[in-house]
C-alpha cells in the first residue's frame, strides 16, 4: 500500500523557514517599538490650528465671492445682449420685409428691378461694395440697404460679443466650483480637528467663544467719534442692528454674513452700492491710513491681501463678522493686521 504520509522536510529546509519568520519577527518588532504613538494635541493647540484653517477659509470665501460676483455680472451682460439680439433681429426682419414690399410693389407695376432683384438674393454686405449697382437703385432703395447692412453687422458683433462672453462664464464657473471646494476643503480639516477633543474640551472651547461673543457683542465704549458722512453714519446703524448674526461664507445678510458681505449689506441700506469682496472695497472710496483719520462707518481693511474688512466702531474698535464659528461684534483693530481704512 502507498504510503501517503507527507515528506519530511529537509534540515536545510527547516532551518531557511526559521531563519526567515525570525528575521520577519524582529523587523516587525523593531518597527513597532519606532512607529511612537500618534501625540495628541491640547486644547490650545487645536483651536490655534483650527483658528488658522478659519482664517485660511476666510481668504478661499473672498476670492469665492470675487468669482460669483463676476458670474451675476457676467450673466447680466449675456442676457442683455441677448435681448439687444433679438430686438435687432426684428428690426433687420422688418426691414428685409420693407424690401419686398418694394419688390412687390415693381413686380406690379411691370416687374422687379433686376439690381434689386440681385440683393433680394444675396448679402447686402458684397452686394452694397459694387459701387456700380448703386446707380440702378433709388434713394428709398439704397437707404434701406444701408440700414440692413449695418443692422446685420451690429448683430455680428454683438453675437460675437455674447458668444466671448458665455466662454468667460463657463471659465468663471470652473472657479467658483473651485473655490467652493477649497473653503468647504479648511472647514473640513477644521472640523477633523475638533473631533479629536473630548466632550469635555469641546464643552470648554466653546464656553470660551460664547464668552468672547457675548463681551464684544455687548455695549462697548466708542468714544465720542463722529462719521465722516451720513451715509457713513446710515451703513454703520444698520450693521450695529446685526450684531450678534452668525457667520457664513458667501452670505450678504440680513441674517447671516461674511465680512464683506456684512459692509456691502450695511452701505446698501444706505443707498450706497460698494462693490461685494473686501479686495474691491478697498478700491471704493479715499483711503486713510492713519488710524487716527478713521471715522465712524469707515471701512477697515485688514492683512496684505486685504481679504478682511470691518466698519470703523471709534475709540479703537471695529464692527465686523469675524470668521466660521462667530457673530458679528466688535473687536479692537490692534487684534489685526491694519492696512488701511477707506472712506465712501
Known amino acids: 500500500m502507498a504510503s501517503h504520509r507527507r515528506p519530511k522536510q529537509s534540515s536545510r529546509a527547516r532551518v531557511t523557514v526559521l531563519t526567515t519568520a525570525a528575521a520577519a519577527a524582529v523587523?516587525?518588532?523593531?518597527q513597532a517599538a519606532n512607529a511612537a504613538p500618534a501625540e495628541k494635541l491640547s486644547k490650545d493647540e487645536v483651536k490655534a490650528k483650527v483658528d488658522a484653517l478659519y482664517e485660511q477659509a476666510e481668504q478661499a470665501t473672498e476670492k469665492y465671492n470675487g468669482a460669483k460676483e463676476k458670474q451675476e455680472k457676467l450673466q447680466k451682460e449675456i442676457s442683455t445682449i441677448q435681448d439687444n439680439v433679438a430686438r435687432g433681429q426684428d428690426e433687420l426682419n422688418k426691414l428685409r420685409d420693407g424690401l419686398?414690399?418694394?419688390?412687390a410693389g415693381q413686380y406690379r407695376t411691370g416687374g422687379i428691378d433686376p439690381s434689386?432683384?440681385?440683393?433680394?438674393?444675396?448679402?447686402?454686405d458684397s452686394y452694397l461694395d459694387k459701387a456700380s449697382t448703386l446707380d440702378q437703385l433709388s434713394g428709398q432703395q439704397v437707404e434701406a440697404l444701408k440700414k440692413i447692412q449695418d443692422k446685420q453687422r451690429e448683430l455680428a458683433q454683438e453675437r460675437t460679443e455674447a458668444s466671448d462672453k458665455l466662454g468667460d462664464l463657463a471659465a468663471t464657473r470652473t472657479e467658483l466650483g473651485k473655490k467652493k471646494?477649497?473653503?468647504?476643503?479648511k472647514l473640513a480639516d477644521a472640523q477633523k480637528l475638533l473631533n479629536t477633543?473630548?466632550?469635555?474640551?469641546?464643552?470648554?472651547l466653546a464656553a470660551d467663544q460664547a464668552r468672547a461673543d457675548r463681551s464684544s457683542t455687548a455695549r462697548v465704549d466708542l468714544g465720542n467719534t463722529t462719521s465722516a458722512s451720513s451715509r457713513a453714519a446710515a451703513a454703520f446703524a444698520a450693521a450695529q442692528t446685526r450684531i450678534g448674526s452668525p457667520y457664513v461664507y458667501g452670505a450678504t445678510g440680513p441674517s447671516s454674513f461674511d465680512c464683506s458681505g456684512l459692509t456691502s449689506w450695511a452701505y446698501a441700506q444706505a443707498g450706497v452700492s460698494i462693490p461685494r469682496t473686501s479686495q474691491a472695497q478697498a478700491n471704493a472710496g479715499t483711503r486713510i491710513y492713519?488710524?487716527?483719520?478713521?471715522?465712524?462707518?469707515d471701512l477697515v481693511i485688514f492683512y496684505g491681501d486685504q481679504h478682511h474688512v470691518g466698519l470703523y466702531a471709534g475709540?479703537?474698535?471695529v464692527l465686523h463678522a469675524p470668521r466660521t464659528g462667530t457673530v458679528v461684534r466688535y473687536e479692537a483693530i490692534s487684534n489685526m493686521p491694519f492696512q488701511f481704512g477707506v472712506r465712501i
Open 27 to 30: 523587523v516587525l518588532s523593531s
Open 100 to 103: 419686398g414690399s418694394m419688390a
Open 116 to 124: 434689386l432683384q440681385l440683393f433680394l438674393s444675396s448679402d447686402p
Open 181 to 185: 471646494k477649497e473653503v468647504q476643503s
Open 197 to 204: 477633543l473630548t466632550a469635555k474640551e469641546k464643552a470648554a
Open 290 to 297: 492713519s488710524q487716527s483719520d478713521l471715522r465712524v462707518g
Open 315 to 317: 475709540n479703537g474698535q
